[in-house]
């Protein structure tokens, strides 16, 4: 399995951005996936995951303002990020729960 995902870039506080993941994997409606964060000298940490099925969770620090979804049609998984905080500026990553897999990582400077 290999995930590519897209859609970092610059924003500006207040602003969205809309990140995309697509899957090489079979059955990928059968896994769980989900979005994680990194900045430098910190630990990745995860942002959004959403299960097969389409129940999701979040951290309380983006709850309501980011939102996970998932085209299983396509092998997409989608993170939609609604006003953006200069905190969340980091390198996001797709992960594979089900297969241990992770993305290359994109992105995301939100400007104060």
């Known amino acids: 399995v290999q995930l590519q995902a897209s859609g970092g870039g610059l924003v500006q506080a207040g602003g969205s951005l809309i990140l995309s993941c697509a899957s090489s994997?079979?059955?990928?409606?059968?896994?769980?996936m989900g979005w994680f964060r990194q900045i430098p000298g910190a630990q990745r940490e995860l942002v959004a995951f959403?299960?097969?099925?389409?129940?999701?969770s979040y951290p309380h620090s983006v709850k309501g303002r980011f939102t996970i979804s998932r085209n299983d049609a396509e092998n997409l998984v989608f993170l939609q990020m609604n006003s953006l905080k200069p905190e969340d500026t980091g390198v996001y990553y797709c992960?594979?729960?089900?297969?241990?897999?992770w993305g290359q990582g994109t992105l995301v400077t939100v400007s104060s």
């Open positions: 992960h594979d729960f089900t297969h241990t897999v």
């Open positions: 994997g079979s059955n990928f409606s059968l896994n769980t």
């Open positions: 959403i299960h097969s099925g389409g129940s999701a």
